[in-house]
């Protein structure tokens, strides 16, 4: 691929046919064609050594320019084509795959996947493991029998802060009453009375209990006895809430929202892991090296369409591939018809239409070149069409012979 105002060398050998061997200090010339494959320029023709002979050519436009070598003594022609400003640019244009499709693309992910979010995938091995130990020992703790302990808050706290003021109010009388029950009824302030909710048999056991306590009198062995059994219950109520603040600072709302990937989302990676380890080298390589030949083909040149550009082919293919188109004027050359023969080949830019200018160019003189030419395309997207067309009339049918060779470029 070469740049619009990049120096273009040019390179011909010559080899005298009757020889074989290089023909050294001739008259060569040059002619240039520019991306409409009309004459540029006629640029100087030097030797370099042995039958190699150079010419050069700035070209101004974008496009597909030609250079033909001719010599008259030995007599031999040559030509070459050279891409200007075209391909890999239109590739890193495109809509659909280029530069700036692939980066509003890559927004795309980057605002799916956001730091945050990337973040949540270290906690998939050791922290939800961690996740694991915590709340097994949280379960360990928070067993169902104390959980039910949970459904006395309301009306057993209630009915115990009742009784505890009638005894404090000495319907057993003061005289009767021992110094320990004044401790104990001090210790059992609004807050702590609130701990009672997570005793052992509930409390509304303790309820009944303290009822059937307040009318019979107990003593003073019996009421310690009491006052030791609760404070037991007071300090494991103090652990468990300890032990349930340290859970609600690790088990944050955000952590617990972790928790909703760990299913679909775990998943959703493994399938698309596994989906992209299927996908073999094979699959890859045999885009770029497979080619579909056309094989042997023939058109009718008719002193119809002699003189008009005619459809050869239409190559329906999509993708991006290279092409490669052969021709056999042997007919033409026999019958010395058809002048100047020109062949094209364009490309389908919209889906529906084709370019008004050729992508590709040959230009075959009858009687005074060789009859067999071909056009080289290193790049072509999607489908195109190849076309003849000669300058003079035919006096019958004359059948030609061509082929075309496509090779996927895995687009």
């Known amino acids: 691929m070469y740049a619009i105002n990049e120096v273009i060398s040019s390179i011909f050998f010559l080899i005298d046919p009757s020889t074989g061997k290089p023909a050294t200090g001739k008259t060569v010339t040059a002619i240039v064609y520019d991306e409409t494959f009309t004459q540029f320029n006629t640029p100087a023709v030097t030797e370099i050594a042995g039958g190699l002979y150079y010419a050069q050519f700035t070209p101004d436009t974008a496009g597909v320019w030609a250079i033909k070598f001719s010599c008259t003594s030995p007599e031999q022609y040559g030509g070459l084509a050279f891409p200007v400003g075209l391909g890999n ?100 302030s609004a807050l702590r009375a609130g701990y009672l909710d997570n005793l052992s048999v509930g ?36 652990v468990l809430l300890t032990d349930h603040t340290t859970l609600l600072t690790r088990l944050s709302a955000t952590r617990a929202g972790y928790l909703d990937n760990l299913s679909a989302g775990a998943v959703a990676l493994q399938s698309t892991l596994t989906a992209l380890n299927n996908i073999s080298t094979a699959d890859v390589e045999g885009k770029v090296e497979n080619a579909v030949d056309a094989g042997n083909l023939t058109h009718d040149i008719t002193t119809v369409n002699d003189k008009t550009e005619t459809q050869v082919v239409e190559i329906a293919k999509a993708g991006i591939y290279a092409l490669s188109v052969f021709f056999d004027l042997d007919t033409l050359e026999t019958a010395t018809e058809g002048g100047t023969v020109k062949i094209r080949v364009y490309n389908k830019i919209d889906g529906a239409n084709y370019s008004d200018k050729p992508s590709a160019y040959a230009e075959y003189v009858v009687g005074q070149e060789n009859e067999y030419p071909s056009i080289e395309i290193n790049l072509v997207h999607g489908y195109c069409k190849v076309t003849i067309q000669c300058s003079t009339d035919v006096t019958a049918t004359r059948t030609i012979a061509y082929r075309h060779l496509e090779r996927d470029l895995g687009a």
């Open 203 to 238: 409390a509304v056991a303790l309820e009944a209990t303290l009822t059937a306590m307040k009318g019979a009198g107990w003593s003073t062995e019996t009421l310690k006895a009491i006052k030791d059994a609760i404070n037991t219950l007071l300090a494991d109520h103090v």
């Open 89 to 188: 640019e239109a590739l890193l244009a495109n809509g659909t795959y280029g530069l700036a499709a692939l980066n509003t693309d890559l927004d795309a992910l980057l605002a799916r996947l956001t730091a945050t979010r990337a973040g949540y995938l270290d906690n998939l091995s050791g922290g939800a493991i961690a996740l694991n130990a915590d709340m097994a020992t949280v379960l360990s703790r928070l067993s169902a029998a104390r959980a039910g302990y949970l459904d006395n808050l309301s009306g057993g706290a209630v009915a115990l802060a009742s009784i505890c003021t009638d005894v404090r109010l000495g319907e057993l009388g003061a005289a009767n009453l021992p110094a320990d029950v004044d401790t104990l009824l001090a210790r059992l």
